[in-house]
């Protein structure tokens, strides 16, 4: 956007990675709904692009801002008019430096974690969002236990309706066939060779995309589909390397089966899980899937950033962070302007990219000394993604977060096929889940974005014998 808008203004992409992320097979769905791939790329193809860019392929080591200054890991520096921080976010590993504990967060840790599982009969997966849901579908062949603070899966996504909506696709053999990845992966020349560091959790590469886990092969040693044993309300205590376990003289537990009496592990395992419900699991090795931290350290030392509760640097609706020309966008910032009532800040692909083009189109104004309104893409919050296979929506306030005890939940399920929730208060839809076919997406955007009064429609508002898009549009 920036060098489209500035064709005769240099523009530095500093990052730290050999390869940049392009959105592609770009889709409005809807006026605030959007669809994409995201596709690694060699840097080249942005400069043959736009001659105007040049991509500076070195970590960032250090921010002077009272100098307008970037100091490079490479040992060079560069001077800036306008600086806009797109440094995304790190995973928060439960425990760092363990060499069993994987975190799963760019392509080179989920290309690690697949070598791994290849060679493993069971491993635990810690975490509740998208990530962790993707995989626990995904792995074949090995035992999964699925450790989750919450009494139901995906809570970041669902509620307890719509996991047990989703519950019976974990346990069923899968049998669609994996789709050809659409995501080519590019490497320097010569780095296939070279044997890959287990990721290494300082140095990160770009975010995954929303369908990272196509084209690689999630499959552990055994010959069964799925194995997955959920562990409620529970985090993990400590983990036990085995001499440690051995030494501990405490009882670990085999795969838990139908039948409720479960019996000691006669089985060494490489490390042990002990977990806050008393139980422990021996496993191969440990999937910390458990949510992101902004990547805000190289530029905190010496610069007085306002900085949000969850770690962000905090933007104000011009996605300016407190400090003079310095911009910030995607996983890195906190918004911290009034939000509209039903979007919310959610640390996703989509709202990366919404925010990273706004922020363009504010550094230019700026610089051409002209106002500019929000973007239309902050009035609703709205994210369409896949989960075991199902299409979901999530639109506004989809789990009335925020909304307090002051609002009412109106359902409809038909088992396998579909999952409908809308949130709604004073008679007004707030918020959706929409899982499965439903199409009805357009219409609830439109409900949630004119907040017309619904009260007249009562439970007809989902009956199905109803066409709901007639009346709406």
Same mark, same amino acid.
């Not at 309706?161 to 994996?178: C, D, H, S, V, W």
């Given at each position: 956007?920036?060098?489209?808008?500035?064709?005769?203004?240099?523009?530095?992409?500093?990052?730290?990675?050999?390869?940049?992320?392009?959105?592609?097979?770009?889709?409005?769905?809807?006026?605030?709904?959007?669809?994409?791939?995201?596709?690694?790329?060699?840097?080249?193809?942005?400069?043959?692009?736009?001659?105007?860019?040049?991509?500076?392929?070195?970590?960032?080591?250090?921010?002077?801002?009272?100098?307008?200054?970037?100091?490079?890991?490479?040992?060079?520096?560069?001077?800036?008019?306008?600086?806009?921080?797109?440094?995304?976010?790190?995973?928060?590993?439960?425990?760092?430096?363990?060499?069993?504990?994987?975190?799963?967060?760019?392509?080179?840790?989920?290309?690690?974690?697949?070598?791994?599982?290849?060679?493993?009969?069971?491993?635990?997966?810690?975490?509740?969002?998208?990530?962790?849901?993707?995989?626990?579908?995904?792995?074949?062949?090995?035992?999964?236990?699925?450790?989750?603070?919450?009494?139901?899966?995906?809570?970041?996504?669902?509620?307890?309706?719509?996991?047990?909506?989703?519950?019976?696709?974990?346990?069923?053999?899968?049998?669609?066939?994996?789709?050809?990845?659409?995501?080519?992966?590019?490497?320097?020349?010569?780095?296939?060779?070279?044997?890959?560091?287990?990721?290494?959790?300082?140095?990160?590469?770009?975010?995954?995309?929303?369908?990272?886990?196509?084209?690689?092969?999630?499959?552990?040693?055994?010959?069964?589909?799925?194995?997955?044993?959920?562990?409620?309300?529970?985090?993990?205590?400590?983990?036990?390397?085995?001499?440690?376990?051995?030494?501990?003289?405490?009882?670990?537990?085999?795969?838990?089966?139908? !039948?409720?009496?479960?019996?000691?592990? +006669?089985?060494?395992?490489? #490390?042990? *899980?002990?977990?806050? %419900? @008393?139980?422990?699991? &021996?496993?191969?090795?440990?999937?910390?899937?458990?949510?992101?931290?902004?990547?805000?350290?190289?530029?905190?030392?010496?610069?007085?950033?306002?900085?949000?509760?969850?770690?962000?640097?905090?933007?104000?609706?011009?996605?300016?962070?407190?400090?003079?020309?310095?911009?910030?966008?995607?996983?890195?910032?906190?918004?911290?302007?009034?939000?509209?009532?039903?979007?919310?800040?959610?640390?996703?692909?989509?709202?990366?990219?919404?925010?990273?083009?706004?922020?363009?189109?504010?550094?230019?104004?700026?610089?051409?000394?002209?106002?500019?309104?929000?973007?239309?893409?902050?009035?609703?919050?709205?994210?369409?993604?896949?989960?075991?296979?199902?299409?979901?929506?999530?639109?506004?306030?989809?789990?009335?977060?925020?909304?307090?005890?002051?609002? !009412?939940?109106?359902?409809?399920?038909? +088992?396998?096929?579909?999952? #409908?929730? *809308?949130?709604?208060? %004073? @008679?007004?839809?707030? &918020?959706?889940?929409?899982?499965?076919?439903?199409?009805?997406?357009?219409?609830?955007?439109?409900?949630?974005?004119?907040?017309?009064?619904?009260?007249?429609?009562?439970?007809?508002?989902?009956?199905?014998?109803?066409?709901?898009?007639?009346?709406?549009?």
């Amino acid at each position: 956007k920036l060098a489209m808008e500035f064709p005769s203004e240099d523009i530095f992409l500093m990052t730290a990675s050999p390869v940049i992320k392009a959105i592609t097979n770009f889709k409005q769905v809807s006026k605030t709904l959007e669809e994409f791939d995201v596709e690694e790329q060699p840097s080249s193809l942005l400069e043959k692009r736009y001659p105007n860019i040049k991509v500076i392929q070195s970590g960032v080591k250090q921010l002077k801002s009272d100098e307008h200054k970037i100091f490079t890991e490479d040992g060079k520096e560069y001077m800036y008019e306008k600086l806009c921080l797109c440094a995304g976010a790190k995973p928060k590993l439960i425990f760092e430096g363990n060499p069993y504990v994987l975190g799963i967060r760019d392509t080179d840790s989920a290309q690690a974690f697949q070598k791994n599982l290849a060679q493993a009969e069971r491993i635990v997966v810690v975490g509740n969002g998208g990530i962790a849901l993707e995989l626990v579908y995904e792995i074949q062949g090995c035992e999964v236990i699925w450790a989750i603070k919450d009494k139901a899966i995906g809570n970041t996504f669902f509620d307890a309706g719509a996991a047990e909506f989703l519950i019976p696709k974990l346990t069923a053999e899968k049998q669609e066939t994996p789709i050809e990845c659409k995501r080519t992966k590019y490497t320097m020349e010569g780095s296939e060779e070279k044997e890959r560091p287990v990721a290494a959790s300082d140095k990160l590469g770009g975010a995954l995309g929303p369908d990272w886990h196509e084209g690689l092969c999630l499959k552990g040693t055994k010959e069964f589909s799925h194995k997955v044993h959920i562990e409620i309300l529970c985090e993990v205590k400590k983990i036990h390397l085995q001499q440690e376990f051995i030494q501990l003289q405490r009882t670990s537990l085999t795969f838990p089966k139908e !039948e409720k009496n479960v019996e000691p592990d +006669k089985v060494l395992w490489p #490390v042990y *899980v002990e977990l806050t %419900n @008393g139980k422990i699991y &021996g496993c191969d090795f440990i999937v910390s899937a458990t949510g992101v931290v902004p990547n805000v350290k190289p530029f905190l030392d010496g610069n007085n950033f306002a900085v949000g509760e969850d770690g962000g640097l905090k933007v104000d609706k011009h996605m300016h962070t407190s400090l003079p020309d310095i911009y910030a966008a995607g996983d890195i910032c906190t918004a911290s302007w009034e939000p509209s009532p039903v979007w919310h800040q959610m640390r996703l692909w989509t709202q990366a990219r919404q925010m990273g083009w706004y922020a363009a189109k504010c550094m230019v104004a700026d610089t051409v000394g002209e106002s500019i309104d929000m973007d239309f893409s902050f009035e609703l919050f709205a994210h369409v993604t896949k989960f075991f296979n199902y299409k979901v929506v999530v639109l506004g306030k989809y789990n009335a977060q925020g909304l307090g005890l002051d609002h !009412e939940l109106m359902l409809r399920c038909t +088992k396998g096929q579909e999952y #409908v929730k *809308v949130v709604m208060q %004073n @008679g007004r839809m707030m &918020g959706a889940v929409l899982i499965g076919e439903t199409d009805l997406e357009e219409t609830f955007e439109n409900l949630i974005l004119n907040q017309m009064d619904l009260s007249a429609y009562g439970e007809d508002l989902l009956n199905p014998d109803i066409d709901i898009e007639d009346y709406f549009d």
